[in-house]
């Protein structure tokens, strides 16, 4: 089986901030690439190639070294290489001011009554009980082109991407809406049944409103602390007005944690008879929007136009990515997915710059390299071709 290897040998000088960096990546069998091996630097790194060379599915398989289901949000046999029947596996040899650490993870088919949708972890050398240890070592933010319509498209969306952010900050957050989700999902099944006995309606009430005023808090707490990395951005982006409105999130402005729980009780309580009649849940947390506005031009962002949605969007990353840094002491991996496009040349060399002011190891995608002539002498540069990939000159 043939390994396509590429090798950058000078290292880029090191850094006083934390560091964190991909030294080696090492694929088999995943998406369209059969055996891959790529050693970098700690300098960002950018693919170019064709359509469908797999410099999306090479990210992809970076996005994986954290919890999660990647950039594509994909399931775990969509990774499997179509050619190949051996389960596939992304591993990488990270930088870090600690020295090297491998971490590792793959389809886990080791158990007999395994579907092969569980995702096995390695973290040095050993299995890990599940893959949110990995969030212990490896922070990450990404743009790709499907969130380009993040600010525009309906509110789900937008939560999601905001639990996403709260998650690197939070590993709890998680399991936090995932209870959330099954107490509301139980309740509804017994309203739709209309079978539902009060006490186990409450009960499960209870348990979504203790859950939804948490889940309400550490999105309230988030937007503050993104609020104050917006700020501390530089002026090549526009700043964006940031707030999470929502039932539970709203309380909170006026309400401390308990009342605003007993509040929520009684409007779950008081929704039973409408809830069974539509079959949705009308109020709680799984309602709430990210709302974004053009700071600058008092503008939702929704009404802005595509390029500026885009540079709302990377702006919002950019600052996340700080504060990423300076609060949790992790420099993150960002990865950026065909991020010329709807940039103009102003923004596209104000982003290298961000970038690199930002110290962190970017991996950034496109088709043309010419694109990113102004990242020349600071990053890597690869060709991707058909699953393989050379150093670029
Ligand atoms: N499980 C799989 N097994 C084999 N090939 C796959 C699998 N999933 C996707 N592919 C193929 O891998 C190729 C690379 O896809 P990828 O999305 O990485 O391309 P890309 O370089 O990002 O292209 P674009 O510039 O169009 O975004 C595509 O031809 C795709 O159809
Ligand atoms: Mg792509």
Redesign the pocket.
């Known amino acids: 089986m043939a390994v396509a290897e590429a090798a950058i040998p000078s290292a880029a000088p090191r850094r006083l901030v934390p560091s964190l960096s991909i030294a080696r990546l090492t694929l088999a069998h995943f998406?369209?690439y059969d055996a891959l091996r790529l050693d970098c630097d700690d300098r960002p790194v950018i693919l170019t190639?064709?359509?469908?060379?797999?410099?999306?599915?090479?990210i992809?398989a970076i996005s994986l070294l954290v919890p999660g289901r990647g950039l594509r949000r994909a399931a775990l046999g969509?990774?499997?290489?179509?050619?190949s029947p051996s389960p596939w596996a992304v591993a990488a040899s990270l930088d870090t001011d600690a020295g090297l650490l491998s971490i590792g993870t793959g389809r886990d088919t080791s158990t007999a009554d395994s579907d092969g949708e569980r995702r096995a972890v390695h973290i040095d050398g050993k299995p890990a009980r599940g893959q949110n240890h990995l969030a212990d070592h490896v922070a990450m933010a990404w743009i790709t082109p499907d969130m380009d319509r993040l600010l525009a498209d309906g509110a789900s969306a937008r939560r999601k991407f905001l639990d996403r952010l709260v998650y690197s900050f939070d590993p709890a957050h998680g399991a936090r809406v995932q209870r959330y989700e099954k107490a509301m999902r139980e309740r509804l099944r017994l309203l739709r049944e209309g079978r539902a006995e009060a006490a186990w309606l409450s009960a499960l009430e209870d348990d979504m409103a203790q859950s939804a005023v948490a889940i309400a808090a550490v999105r309230r707490d988030m937007i503050k602390r993104l609020r104050v990395a917006i700020d501390g951005g530089g002026d090549a982006f526009p700043r964006a007005d940031i707030e999470v409105r929502g039932t539970a999130e709203d309380m909170l402005d006026t309400l401390p944690a308990l009342p605003a729980e007993d509040a929520l009780r009684a409007a779950f309580a008081r929704a039973r008879h409408e809830d069974a009649r539509h079959g949705t849940c009308a109020v709680g947390a799984h309602r709430s929007d990210l709302r974004v506005t053009h700071r600058a031009r008092q503008c939702p962002a929704e009404l802005c136009s595509t390029g500026e949605q885009k540079a709302l969007l990377i702006a919002l990353m950019l600052a996340y990515v700080r504060l990423i840094t300076e609060q949790r002491h992790m420099t993150p991996l960002f990865l950026l997915?065909?991020i010329a496009a709807h940039l103009d040349d102003r923004r596209r060399t104000a982003l290298f710059d961000e970038i690199r002011a930002l110290g962190v190891q970017a991996w950034l995608?496109g088709?043309d390299s010419r694109d990113f002539a102004a990242m020349a002498g600071h990053a890597q540069a690869f060709h991707?071709e058909d699953?393989r990939i050379s150093p670029r000159a």
């Open positions: 998406r369209n190639g064709a359509n469908g060379s797999g410099k999306t599915s090479l992809e969509d990774l499997q290489n179509h050619a997915d065909d995608t088709t991707v699953g």
